[in-house]
Structures are given as C-alpha cells and as structure tokens.
C-alpha cells in the first residue's frame, strides 16, 4: 500500500531531545521530508534526506535514515517550547515523474516546560 | 523557496454552494499541486495542476467536483463544488520547481461548510 506511519503522539520536556520514528513503503523513494504544522498555519518545510544518504544534520536537527528498514527518524536537539507542533514525515514517490508525496498521519510534539 | 499566498485564509459556507481559492507564488514554478487535509488527519493530494491543459487528478477526486484552473506559472484556483460538511477541511496548495525538487505549501485555506 502507499501507507507512510508515524506514532501520533509525543511528549517530552524543555531541553530534552525529541525523537519522531517514521517507516515509509517505497524502497524506490528517492526523497524523503519532515515538515513541520503549528496550529493554524501551513507546512513548513524542515528538512529532506536524499535516499542514497543515511544521515543528515542541520542546527538542531538530525535526520537519520536506514533504507534496508525504511524507517525515518527526525531528532530534535534541545526542545523548545516553540517546537511544539505536528511533524509529518513524507516520502516523494520513486517510480514516474509526478513529484507526488506521501504524507504519515503526523506526530503531535508537546514540550512541556 | 518560495513565497506563497492563498485566498482566502477560511471561510464559512452553506451546502450547495461552491468557493473558489486562489494561489499565488512569487516565481514561475513547473508543478502546482492542491491537497487536502480533514481535521485531524494526514495530507491527501487532490490534483496536480497543470499549466495550459487539464489538471491530473488522484483517484477518489474527480474534476466535477474540484475544477481546477492553471492559467500561468504563478497562479492556480481550486473550486470545491456543491459543497456539503464532509468537504471542511483545510486546503493547501504547493509548488515545486521540478518534479524532482523540493515542495514548499502555501498557508492553506481553511473551510468549513455548515
């Protein structure tokens, strides 16, 4: 199936690491993204990981990817209270040339003070 | 990336009526894409919008229903026909250069039809 699966729900404390799991279905995609919801807004891109690396890091953020599980992970460096958002995880789907994405059903982050 | 606006932010509807939302990016960009997302719910891709012919559809979404407009590279609509409470949702366009580039998504319009 196309299904891209997060867990729903993440609670941690100011100044913890945050870690979001993500597994993905396409071992043909070639892009993978974390985007980031706050309410009542749009997405925001985070970050993206080509499939032919195994790990990225940027600031506060480091994504690490194994191809052989499909699994994604996003790690947040010292959690802020301003991290508090949905994250969603999403796979570009490898086969044709339509650049559509995958959504997971999105990670609630809650930083508790 | 690029900058992205959508008209308008939400609005309130009757049933059987229709609401037509713009998207406006300030770049010429190949791929236009409009999605869906029901409350509490994940990203659903609608079309993807093309520039001088009909846009794509995803199956489950047909063009009776969500007309959508491309006329140049900077602008796209998405009507929501007839519509009923299951379409209140928020509606987000996107852009990418390429297919093969990154996607950056506008600020979504939030509906909700009563």
């Known amino acids: 199936g196309e299904d891209v699966e997060q867990s729903l729900f993440l609670s941690v404390r100011e100044g913890d690491s945050s870690v979001i799991n993500c597994t993905y279905t396409?071992?043909?995609?070639?892009?993978l993204y974390w985007y980031k919801q706050e309410p009542g807004a749009g997405l925001q891109l985070l970050t993206y990981i080509f499939s032919n690396m195994d790990m990225k890091q940027d600031q506060r953020l480091t994504v690490l990817l194994n191809k052989k599980d499909k699994h994604l992970s996003l790690r947040i460096a010292d959690t802020q209270t301003g991290d508090s958002a949905i994250y969603f995880c999403a796979e570009r789907k490898g086969s044709g040339n339509t650049g559509k994405l995958i959504f997971g059903q999105g990670t609630t982050l809650q930083v508790k003070p | 990336s690029a900058v992205i606006s959508q008209k308008p932010s939400r609005d309130i509807c009757q049933r059987g009526t229709s609401l037509t939302i713009q998207c406006q990016v300030d770049s010429q960009v190949t791929m236009m894409f409009w999605y869906r997302q029901q409350p509490g719910q994940s990203l659903t891709l609608i079309a993807t919008?093309?520039?001088?012919?009909?846009?794509?559809?995803e199956s489950g979404f047909v063009i009776d229903k969500f007309p959508i407009s491309r006329p140049n590279l900077t602008f796209s609509t998405l009507t929501v026909s007839n519509m009923s409470p299951e379409d209140s949702s928020i509606y987000l366009c996107?852009?990418?250069?390429?297919?093969?580039?990154?996607?950056?998504f506008g600020p979504g319009t939030r509906l909700l039809v009563l």
């Open positions: 396409d071992s043909s995609s070639t892009y």
């Open positions: 996107s852009v990418a250069r390429s297919p093969q580039e990154t996607q950056y």
């Open positions: 919008a093309n520039q001088g012919s009909e846009a794509t559809y």
